[in-house]
C-alpha cells in the first residue's frame, strides 16, 4: 500500500497575560509548535478514532489514519 501524507493547518491563539502562555512564548518557536503539536495530536488523536473507524469500514481503497 502507498502513503501519502497531508497536513492540516490549525492555530493556537494564546493570552499573552496568562502565565502558562507567557512561559510558552518564551520557548524557542520551534519547541513551542512541537510542545502544541504534540498536545493536539494527544488529546484528539483518541477522540476522532471512532470516526475514523467507521470512515474506513467500508473502505475499499483508502484507508485514513493518524500518523504517528
Known sequence: MV???HNLRFVT?????????IRLLNLEKEMQI??????LKEL??????PVLDE??????????????
Open 3 to 5: 502513503l501519502i501524507e
Open 13 to 21: 491563539e494564546l493570552d499573552e497575560t496568562h502565565p502558562t502562555a
Open 34 to 39: 512541537a510542545m502544541l503539536e504534540t498536545m
Open 44 to 49: 484528539l488523536a483518541p477522540r476522532i478514532q
Open 55 to 68: 470512515i474506513n469500514e467500508n473502505g475499499s481503497y483508502a484507508i485514513l489514519r493518524v500518523a504517528g
